[in-house]
């Protein structure tokens, strides 16, 4: 077996480092299309950001016997979409891309939707139904980034396990209450 070199040269290692160094993260080496990478990340945001919204609705208007547990669900995963969100923020950022923030056409971007839901049966089934849409999207994502972006990937399969935590836990939920 001939000996295949590991790594670049040190030397060529350190040219290709003072070459366009306002890219920042984004190296020669990287390999994936930045500009679909950073669309499909802002729909992710979108996603994020609207299913923050629906939580806490749903955490503010939950009401019933079995709120009070319910409720805290909510919040909970209110303030892990958000960190996802953050998460996807950042990377934007660092792929050298503007995160859309723009409340105008946020539900255009997402993939979930905003259902408010009647009650709180409704309002879990409705946050279920996005965090199944998430998965698939997320999962697609990765699929589609493989091995071309393994910084973005890495991070999208972070969140892909929570959102499948945030299934199981409502589907728990549902079984609680009698949905």
């Not at 969100?85 to 409340?103: C, H, K, S, T, Y």
Request: proline share 2%.
């Amino acid at each position: 077996m001939p000996d295949k070199p590991f790594l670049t040269d040190i030397k060529t290692l350190r040219e290709r480092a003072r070459q366009h160094i306002e890219n920042g993260a984004v190296t020669e080496g990287y390999r994936a299309d930045r500009e679909t990478v950073v669309k499909l990340l802002n729909e992710a945001l979108a996603t994020e950001i609207v299913c923050v919204l629906r939580y806490k609705r749903h955490y503010f208007m939950a009401s019933g016997i079995h709120a009070e547990g319910v409720a805290a669900e909510f919040l909970q995963h209110a303030n892990e979409e958000q960190g996802h969100a953050d998460l996807i923020g950042q990377r934007i950022v660092q792929l050298g891309g503007e995160p859309d923030l723009n409340p105008e056409g946020l539900l255009t971007r997402s993939h979930a939707e905003y259902v408010e839901g009647e009650n709180l049966l409704d309002m879990i089934k409705e946050d279920l139904v996005a965090e199944r849409i998430a998965i698939d999207s997320y999962r697609e994502m990765i699929n589609y980034l493989g091995n071309d972006d393994s910084t973005t990937r890495r991070m999208l399969e972070g969140i892909l396990a929570m959102e499948e935590e945030h299934a199981d836990d409502l589907v728990s939920l549902l079984a609680e209450i009698g949905g």
